[in-house]
């Protein structure tokens, strides 16, 4: 199982950014991909943004043009600038990913992550 360990979220007002990061204990250019996701209070966890080893990358329509999700494969770290934050962005802010063989990656996957980090809160205040 590898292990995921997010940092750098914290409190900041409206229009502020933060810059999370998610160190790996397995070399994150051979996942299948990477991503984070989300959980404000009281609501179901919500997707953020991808990136597969193909470098495809996705976001959700809600954070589009204010988050960039980008990775330092030397430092097995996975990353999500956020930028004109928004009350709304509050939430637990949880990196995740998948590993596997290339075959798998590539011919099996279904696209779901199988290893989650704990998570690290983003707070917005208006």
């Known amino acids: 199982q590898v292990q995921l360990a997010e940092s750098g979220g914290g409190s900041v007002q409206t229009g502020g950014s933060l810059k999370l990061s998610c160190e790996a204990s397995?070399?994150?250019?051979?996942?299948?991909?990477m991503g984070w996701y989300r959980q404000a209070p009281g609501k179901e966890r919500e997707f953020v943004s991808r990136i597969s080893s193909d470098g495809t990358i996705r976001y959700a329509d809600s954070v589009k043009g204010r988050f960039t999700i980008s990775q330092d494969n030397a430092e097995n770290t996975l990353f999500l600038q956020m930028n004109s934050l928004k009350p709304e962005d509050t939430g637990l802010y949880y990196c995740?990913?998948?590993?596997?063989?290339?075959?798998?990656?590539?011919?099996?996957?279904?696209?779901?992550?199988?290893?989650w980090g704990q998570g690290t809160q983003v707070t917005v205040s208006s």
């Open positions: 995740a990913g998948e590993w596997g063989s290339e075959d798998y990656c590539s011919e099996t996957w279904n696209g779901l992550f199988g290893s």
């Open positions: 397995n070399k994150i250019d051979s996942s299948c991909g």
